[in-house]
T-cell receptor, first 112, second 110 residues
Framework: NAGVTQTPKFRVLKTGQSMTLLCAQD?????MYWYRQDPGMGLRLIHY???????AKGEVPDGYNVSRLKKQNFLLGLESAAPSQTSVYFC???????????FGPGTRLTVL | ELKVEQNPLFLSMQEGKNYTIYCNYS?????LYWYRQDPGKSLESLFV?????AVKQEGRLMASLDTKARLSTLHITAAVHDLSATYFC??????????FGAGTILRVKS
């Protein structure tokens, strides 16, 4: 099992450009999450999904959109990137909301 | 709004010594998780604590949960260099979402 994978691993964008981060899991988990990690701030929840076709806002959703068209995939979109979105993005999944979350390897995004 | 505070935020310790990392949280919860992160890497699950009084041990690490005090501890026994990493606690809040502490950077010096 690959667990949780993320694509791409690194990306540099210019302000105003758009991009999509892809998260895939092969554990048949219902819940999936997107976090951002900034120095000294731990992880903050951007959006999450409790099942295929559902999404919900987390703590810091502004400037991001998500979609969960298939159970195994969770996409995070930036429509118009800003320097404040420079961060490391982690995807995670869990069997349900009560179980531990398994994290992907992360995507390091720089917005110039 | 749930707040999670870890202390210390940075810990430098000698090999062979013992120390404790504290995780305090502001509202009621009975589920707490500890994760480890190596530099440039992802998060690895260490412990899942599901009830008051829960204690879990793995090697030189032991975690406990006191839901009445809203406190979890991660105790390190006889530290070794391989334990150097950043340790996060995360607390489950209403709606099955995790709120993370800022992390404790642990450096074990030989």
């Amino acid at each position: 099992n690959a667990g949780v994978t993320q694509t791409p691993k690194f990306r540099v964008l210019k302000t105003g450009q758009s991009m999509t981060l892809l998260c895939a899991q092969d554990m048949n988990h219902e819940y999936m999450y997107w976090y951002r990690q900034d120095p000294g701030m731990g992880l903050r929840l951007i959006h999450y999904s409790v099942g295929e076709g559902t999404t919900a806002k987390g703590e810091v959703p502004d400037g991001y959109n998500v979609s969960r068209l298939k159970k195994q995939n969770f996409l995070l979109g930036l429509e118009s990137a800003a320097p404040s979105q420079t961060s490391v993005y982690f995807c995670a999944s869990s069997r349900t909301g009560l179980y531990e979350q398994f994290f992907g390897p992360g995507t390091r995004l720089t917005v110039l | 709004e749930l707040k999670v505070e870890q202390n210390p935020l940075f810990l430098s310790m000698q090999e062979g010594k013992n120390y404790t990392i504290y995780c305090n949280y502001s509202t009621t919860s009975d589920r707490l998780y500890w994760y480890r992160q190596d530099p440039g890497k992802s998060l690895e699950s260490l412990f899942v604590l599901l009830s008051n009084g829960a204690v879990k041990q793995e090697g030189r690490l032991m975690a406990s949960l006191d839901t009445k005090a809203r406190l979890s501890t991660l105790h390190i026994t006889a530290a070794v260099h391989d334990l150097s990493a950043t340790y996060f606690c995360a607390v489950m809040e209403y709606g099955n979402k995790l709120v993370f502490g800022a992390g404790t950077i642990l450096r074990v010096k030989s």
